[in-house]
């Protein structure tokens, strides 16, 4: 069963630093390209950051560009986000998300097949 | 202020067929395949449509995608209570080089 189980939400205060990280199991973690994608509360869903397969290749959303940054571990089968200069705004849920790849006539357009629980960052002082 | 636009409610009896639209633009839904998310009360987002109209193992036959240019669609034939969630569209915007998401469509069944 594909599992993926964030942890290191917290309470922050503004101007703080936080890492989440995200323990998959249940697939080739290695074989597969990972995000994370926020929520805050009562809002909708927002992207913010990919990591390909071997982590050299990242892409970052503007909103958070500068402040956060992806990585991977392979042989620990684990995803982190390290979030730093922390503001209220950035109070959300954290969701770690898995992609998939769905190739059709030579094309091979992606799709977050599977997403975790999520972990709570609550950024006040 | 998202690049792709939904409404943000919709509502149904048990059994009718409702449609929810999501709207963009040439960079996103009219370049690249969309995906469709349902988000139960409480839990996380789940993949329900893939590449426009293709549905993950496990998805009932009453959910349905379909493109046409710079919109999309996902219709739920059949209602059932147990459909109350939000739902959201998500392609890739290639102007923004991200991943985006319309602002969610919270379907009520009356």
């Known amino acids: 069963e594909v599992q993926l189980v964030e942890s290191g939400g917290d309470l922050v205060q503004p101007g703080g630093s936080l890492r989440l990280s995200c323990a998959a199991s249940?697939?080739?973690?290695?074989?597969?390209?990972m995000h994370w994608v926020r929520q805050a509360p009562g809002e909708g869903l927002d992207w913010l950051s990919y990591?390909?397969?071997?982590?050299?290749?990242?892409n970052i959303a503007v909103s958070v560009r500068g402040r956060f940054t992806i990585s991977r571990d392979n042989a620990k089968n684990s995803l982190y986000l390290q979030m730093n200069s922390l503001r209220a705004e950035d109070t959300a849920i954290y969701y770690c998300?898995?992609?998939?790849?769905?190739?059709?006539?030579?094309?091979?357009?992606?799709?977050?097949?599977?997403w975790g629980q999520g972990t709570m960052v609550t950024v006040s002082s | 202020q998202s690049v792709v636009t939904q409404p943000p409610s919709a509502s149904g009896t048990p059994g009718q067929r409702v449609t929810i639209s999501c709207s963009g633009s040439?960079?996103?839904?009219?370049?690249?395949?969309v995906n469709w998310y349902q988000q139960l009360p409480g839990a996380a987002p789940k993949l329900l449509i893939y590449?426009?109209?293709r549905r993950p193992s496990g998805v009932p036959d009453r959910f349905s995608g379909s493109k046409s240019g710079t919109s999309a669609s996902l219709a739920i034939s059949g209602l059932q209570s147990e459909d109350e969630a939000v739902y959201y569209c998500?392609?890739?915007?290639?102007?923004?080089?991200?991943?985006?998401f319309g602002g969610g469509t919270k379907l009520t069944v009356l």
């Open positions: 998300v898995r992609e998939s790849r769905y190739c059709s006539g030579g094309d091979c357009p992606g799709a977050f097949d599977f």
């Open positions: 249940g697939f080739s973690f290695s074989s597969f390209e």
């Open positions: 990591i390909d397969l071997r982590g050299s290749n990242v």
């Open positions: 040439s960079s996103n839904i009219g370049g690249h395949t």
């Open positions: 590449n426009n109209n």
């Open positions: 998500g392609p890739w915007d290639a102007s923004l080089n991200a991943w985006v």
